[in-house]
Each structure stands twice: as C-alpha cells, then as structure tokens.
C-alpha cells in the first residue's frame, strides 16, 4: 500500500522551530518529487516547498524562503521540512505530497512545483500552529 505519513508538528512560540517529517511506506520516496503544501483555515492550500526526483534540487515559497529547508534521507525513505524563525502566519495544516511524474528540467519544476492537482499521493497532514 502506497502511503505517506506525517509527523513533528505541534505548538511551537513565534521565532521556534519545528522539524516536519515525512515518511513513505510502498514506494521508494527518491524516485518522486516530493512536495510540503499547507493549508490555514479559510484559505487555499498554497505550496511551501519541493524537493526534485532528479538531482535533489529544491524549491520555496517566496514567504518561507531563507527559514525553512526541505531535504530528503533515501536511507530513511523520508523527506524533511526544518522550520525555523516561525511566524504566526506559518500556522496550518502541513501536507507532504508525491508526484509520480514530475518535470526534466529545472525551468519547468519552477512553473510547475507549486500546483497541488500535480502530485497524486497525499499525507494526512500535521497541525503546526505558531502562537504565543
């Protein structure tokens, strides 16, 4: 069974940090692009990051660029979200996400990484919620 599992979210004070971790079981994770999505109550699920299944290149958001990280541990079949200097605007639910087919070339994952109808397997989310 293909699935992904997410953990490490929690409450955490403005200016924390949190570790997202997400576990794959049924598939090897380093053969997909792997994304991070989020979603706040009443808003639109928004891309945060991706990690590319070719060389590991990676992707943010302009509003979590230079505080989060997102890596992968092909030994631990498990792609990472480090979050740090967190803001209460990063409070939601945490997805990650794999895509099955994903784009060759650096140029079109920049166009493409953000959009979530392009990832076909899902997480069941983890809250993080950033409050003093």
């Known amino acids: 069974q293909v699935q992904l599992v997410e953990s490490g979210g929690g409450l955490v004070q403005p200016g924390g940090s949190l570790r997202l971790s997400c576990a794959a079981s049924?598939?090897?994770?380093?053969?997909?692009?792997i994304g991070w999505f989020r979603q706040a109550p009443g808003k639109e699920r928004e891309g945060v990051s991706c990690?590319?299944?070719?060389?590991?290149?990676?992707y943010y958001a302009d509003s979590v660029k230079g505080r989060f990280t997102i890596s992968r541990d092909n030994a631990k079949n498990t792609v990472y979200l480090q979050m740090n200097s967190l803001k209460p605007e990063d409070t939601a639910v945490y997805y990650c996400?794999?895509?099955?087919?994903?784009?060759?070339?650096?140029?079109?994952?920049?166009?493409?990484?953000?959009?979530?109808?392009?990832?076909?397997?899902w997480g069941q989310g983890t809250q993080v919620t950033v409050s003093s």
């Open positions: 996400a794999a895509a099955t087919t994903s784009p060759n070339t650096a140029m079109k994952y920049g166009s493409w990484w953000y959009k979530d109808g392009q990832y076909d397997t």
């Open positions: 049924g598939f090897t994770l380093d053969y997909y692009a």
């Open positions: 990690i590319s299944s070719s060389d590991g290149s990676t």
